[in-house]
């Protein structure tokens, strides 16, 4: 998957389980509430990973010898 599909996709989850949880807390369903959390959270960290792998692409650009670097750390 492409680094803005894992953002978007990671987003709508995101709203999908904000939208679940806030359902949950209406009609005091305490599982839906739960699910709803859950899921919320599951899509901020799929969005933050098309975010990281976009930060990742960026440091490559400015620093092309980032590779030799990482190398040299690890």
Same mark, same amino acid.
């Given at each position: 998957m492409s680094i803005e599909a894992d953002h978007i996709k @990671?987003?709508?989850e995101e709203a999908k389980g904000t939208i679940?949880?806030?359902t949950g807390m209406l009609i005091g369903e305490e599982t839906l509430e739960a699910e709803g959390a859950i899921q919320k959270n599951l899509g901020k960290v799929?969005? @933050?990973d098309g975010d990281a792998k976009?930060?990742?692409l960026k440091i490559v650009a400015i620093y092309p010898n980032f590779a030799d670097? @990482?190398?040299a750390i690890f």
């Open positions: @990671g987003r709508l679940k949880e806030t799929q969005a @933050g976009q930060d990742f670097v @990482g190398d």
